[in-house]
């Protein structure tokens, strides 16, 4: 834990340095290209709500360039700092480039950090940021769940992601609403926190039965899922247990019972889980990560399981104990949260033993615990402009496989936006009613002066064409996680295409016509399904988008930038499936001078960050949706009187005291930031010695 004094304010600071890993090969399944710190994912950042967080990132990789995006952030007046090469920035060079982030901890909640070059993430250069709630809030939780207290740490964190290698393509029918397309990507095995789960259960203890989570009888503990797959939607259940999902990309939730939980690239939930109260000690129960298509038709190859275990111990997890007999999967009318369709098949006439899962999606399973406050919603309940988003696959004439929003394929510029200014076009820019031959272009919306604090609507779909040309061989569909950068927005509707009772697609969803190039319109009108938003209604950062069907979202316009929406799976963007949100860009603040060229060392000051972050000189209206009814404050010090501090003391003594005073909170509440694994501690501690010594 470091954290040093800027201008009299508490500031949470550590460092990453980002490395090739040269025994991969040796370290096997677990193995991946790139460390952090040296850790098989990045450290856990254990952070308090609207804390200021200073990292900087030391790009040691020999040939690439890299950037680090903090998901779930919503960088509030500094767009520039969302950490996305080429669109908010420019990369960190190789061979020791240096780059300091400096964030604002906003929203609370489960979020996580990764690279924004290639698919450097999906290759280990990710971790997870926990901003932890204000103690109300958390009070407010276990009120509503009836319960004294929830155990909340680091160690019941569970970052998965997928061992993935190059095999024959699969059966197209191995989902179980067929719109995957083929892959020569197989699952080979699921990791938590980077560690390799097995494929079978240990029932009786004969090996540790590792990654394992320990609970004690009686108590309650909050589990933090991180969807880090490359593009795997994964099934997440525990055998006898009821997963109470109570937060999902960082908003707290009503709690709602779930036997089993899908997550898709990008997202985060949180849930619940009520230890038995009459129990043994070592006993033992599986917990499950399962591929979406594990009963298929004509498998070519499995479908993959995982499991790791929760171990009831009064002593931690380094203990081995026995699955009970009686333990067993929910298989028959279990409930299922944020499935990537409308419902399992139910033709199972082929299939032995085949589950029962009723499906309920986010939209109307979950609404806020606390009601979203009134200076983040609009006056306005009517859209100011509602704009359409078709992700579909095209393999060309020409046999190359893309990915494109309205048929257009996104490539990155060739200069950041904020160096250019967001109100001048970036060479090769496109705009968002581009329609001339669906060309190749850094694709990008704009949200004007007009639309300043008034709902913005967006209808994401993933549907074919409404008429074909001679040179297109094949629409492929597919579900979609998309990402929004910038924001958390409100989600009002999820639709469906229709099924045959098998699970395959009878009949796309007809309310969105989808030309060949440029934005779609609703065919028959807009539906009386979508309801407005209000207090309660779902936020997230991430949603699915269903093969044959659409989502309909709306966030306000109040946060000038550069933001990139995207589809979450990297590939998917890599080869196509993007776009720029150019929101208000006449009240954006440009970005510190070092932003504006390309260089080896990119590193701003708190106290700079802080001015700009608070300056609304631009546009002072859109402060009051940030909460705030004057500049923005720098945040409250812990410590009324730095002076206070004996200028004669030791500084030795000095740094110590100051350490002592931060820790003094209970952790299983409300714990203070904990930059776990941030490498070279000694040399930190060493650089806020020094700081002492400079005040």
């Known amino acids: 834990v470091v954290k040093v004094v800027s201008n009299g304010k508490v500031v949470a600071k550590g460092k990453m340095t980002i490395t090739r890993n040269a025994d991969v090969e040796k370290r096997g399944d677990e193995g991946s290209k790139y460390s952090v710190n040296d850790g098989r994912i990045g450290p856990t950042i254990i952070i308090n709500h609207d804390q200021i967080l200073v990292v900087d990132v030391i790009n040691n990789l020999p040939n690439d ?27 960190i060079p190789p061979n020791g480039g240096k780059f300091r982030y400096i964030l604002r901890a906003h929203p609370s909640g489960t979020n996580w950090y990764h690279s924004h070059t290639g698919e450097q993430r999906d290759n280990g250069i990710f971790g997870a940021l926990i901003v932890k709630e204000k103690r109300e809030v958390v009070c407010t939780l276990s009120s509503r769940m009836k319960i004294n207290s929830i ?48 494929q079978t259960i240990d029932e009786k203890g004969e090996t540790n039965q590792e990654p394992s989570f320990a609970v004690s009888p009686g108590e309650n503990y909050r589990f933090r899922v991180l969807g880090a797959m490359e593009e795997t939607v994964i099934r997440v259940s525990i055998d006898d247990h009821t997963l109470v999902v109570v937060a999902t990309d960082g908003y707290l939730t009503e709690p709602f019972e779930a036997d089993i939980l899908h997550v898709h690239a990008g997202e985060r939930y949180d849930f619940i889980l009520k230890a038995r109260h009459k129990i043994s000690l070592k006993t033992v129960f599986p917990i499950r990560i399962e591929s979406v298509d594990v009963y298929c038709k004509r498998h070519n190859i499995p479908a993959r399981v995982g499991f790791a275990y929760l171990k009831y111990s009064n002593s931690g997890t380094n203990i081995r104990g026995k699955v009970p007999k009686s333990s067993k999967q929910c298989i028959k009318d279990c409930k299922a949260l944020n499935c990537p369709f409308a419902a399992y098949p139910v033709d199972h006439k082929d299939l032995t033993n085949a589950p029962s899962y009723n499906c309920i999606d986010v939209y109307d399973a979950l609404s806020l615990l606390v009601p979203t406050p009134d200076y983040e919603l609009s006056k306005e309940e009517t859209p100011a402009s509602t704009k359409f988003f078709n992700h579909a696959f095209n393999d060309t004439s020409h046999n190359e496989f893309t990915a494109r929003i309205n048929n257009i394929h996104f490539t990155f510029p060739k200069t950041p936006f904020p160096v250019r200014g967001l109100e001048n076009r970036v060479k090769d820019e496109c705009p968002y009613n581009t329609t001339e031959e669906c060309k190749r272009c850094p694709h990008t919306v704009s949200v004007d002066q007009k639309d300043q604090l008034k709902p913005i609507e967006f209808v994401l779909s993933s549907l074919p064409r409404e008429e074909k040309f001679e040179t297109d061989v094949v629409t492929k569909l597919g579900t979609h996680p998309i990402h929004l950068h910038g924001r958390s927005f409100w989600v009002k509707e999820i639709a469906y295409p229709k099924y045959f009772d098998n699970g395959k697609i009878r009949e796309d969803n007809d309310d969105v016509e989808v030309p060949r190039c440029g934005f779609g319109k609703w065919k028959n009108g807009r539906p009386s399904s979508i309801k407005p938003v209000n207090k309660t209604s779902i936020r997230k950062d991430t949603i699915i988008v269903p093969a044959g069907g659409y989502v309909v979202i709306e966030f306000v316009a109040h946060n000038p930038g550069s933001w990139l929406m995207h589809c979450h799976i990297d590939h998917h963007l890599e080869v196509g499936m993007g776009i720029v949100i150019k929101e208000l860009p006449k009240c954006a603040n440009p970005p510190p001078s070092q932003f504006m060229k390309l260089t080896k060392k990119v590193c701003i000051s708190v106290d700079e960050f802080l001015e700009r972050e608070s300056n609304f000189t631009l546009c002072p209206d859109i402060k009051i949706a940030v909460g705030q009814k004057t500049p923005r404050e720098l945040q409250k010090d812990e410590f009324e009187d730095f002076n206070s501090f004996n200028d004669d003391a030791n500084d030795e003594s000095a740094y110590r005291k100051l350490k002592k005073s931060l820790d003094y909170e209970e952790e299983q509440q409300h714990p203070r930031s904990n930059l776990r694994g941030f490498q070279n501690g000694k040399a930190l501690n060493g650089e806020s010695r020094e700081w002492f010594k400079k005040k």
């Open 65 to 91: 360039n890299t950037s680090i995006h903090w998901h779930g952030m919503h960088q509030n007046n500094v767009g520039w700092i969302d950490g996305v090469g080429m669109i908010t920035q420019w990369p």
């Open 151 to 198: 155990h909340d740490n680091q160690y019941h964190m569970m970052a998965v992601t997928e061992h993935m290698k190059m095999q024959r393509p699969t059966d197209e029918q191995c989902t179980s609403d067929a719109s995957k397309p083929a892959t020569d990507l197989q699952i080979q095995s699921f990791q938590i926190n980077g560690k390799q789960l097995n």
